[in-house]
Nanobody
Framework: QVQLVESGGGSVQSGGSLKLSCAAF????????MAWFRQVPGKEREGVAV????????YYADSMKERFIISQDNVKKTVFLQMNSLKPEDTAMYYC???????????????WGQGTQVTVSS
């Protein structure tokens, strides 16, 4: 069983930055893909960024490509999401997810964290 624990969410003004972290516990070496999703109440979950942990290849949703950076620390089994130039529309609950492959991107992953709230005020 893999457990994912997110941290780093909070409140920030428009134009500010936040860095989210996702630590994986009970980590299986079979996990090859980790991602960040976000969801606003009443809206569908949205894929933010994904990283292939085996090689570091990453992909981003178009609206976040120039502002967000996903990275990893394989030693600490942690994935990060650096969010820059934040906008009020980035306000959402952000979830870390992990899976054995990246084929579920951007729809669904096998393991999920509990989420961390990001609020951007104008």
């Amino acid at each position: 069983q893999v457990q994912l624990v997110e941290s780093g969410g909070g409140s920030v003004q428009s134009g500010g930055s936040l860095k989210l972290s996702c630590a994986a516990f009970g980590y299986s070496e079979s996990i090859q893909c980790m991602a960040w999703f976000r969801q606003v109440p009443g809206k569908e979950r949205e894929g933010v960024a994904v990283i292939y942990t085996g090689g570091g290849t990453n992909y981003y949703a178009d609206s976040m490509k120039e502002r967000f950076i996903i990275s990893q620390d394989n030693v600490k089994k942690t994935v990060f999401l650096q969010m820059n130039s934040l906008k009020p529309e980035d306000t959402a609950m952000y979830y870390c997810a992990a899976d054995f492959t990246c084929v579920g991107w951007p729809i669904n992953f096998h393991y999920w964290g509990q989420g961390t709230q990001v609020t951007v005020s104008s």
